[in-house]
């Protein structure tokens, strides 16, 4: 599974991005697809993730500003975020789960990451 995401850029805080991120390959693998992402000075952290059932998860304190959403197919993921804050300059990367793993369980496809910069 191949993983392209796009959307990232320059915004003012206050203002909102729409991250998307396309699979391709094997995607009927796929179960859940999520964003994390590198902020300066931090370790990889929880965005949200989405499974093929529509279970959602957010990182702490997300869920209030960031939606995430899959196609009907399930091989496109939405990060749709708003009240954008300076703190929220990072890199976003989009990652895949197959099918059939233990809960808690890595993801196993990542994309190369888009970078949203948020301006004070």
């Known amino acids: 599974v191949n993983l392209v995401e796009s959307g990232g850029g320059v915004v003012q805080a206050g203002g909102s991005l729409r991250l998307t991120c396309v699979a391709s390959g094997s995607t009927h693998n796929i179960y859940a697809m999520g964003w994390w992402r590198q902020t300066p000075g931090k370790q990889r952290e929880l965005v949200a993730t989405h499974t093929n059932y529509g279970t959602t998860n957010y990182g702490n304190a997300l869920k209030d500003r960031f939606t995430i959403s899959r196609n009907n197919a399930g091989n496109t993921a939405y990060l749709q975020m708003n009240s954008l804050k300076p703190e929220d300059t990072g890199v976003y990367y989009c990652?895949?789960?197959?099918?059939?793993?233990?809960?808690?369980?890595?993801?196993?496809?990542w994309g190369q990451g888009t970078q949203v910069t948020v301006s004070s």
């Open positions: 990652a895949a789960q197959r099918k059939f793993r233990p809960t808690g369980a890595e993801y196993d496809w």
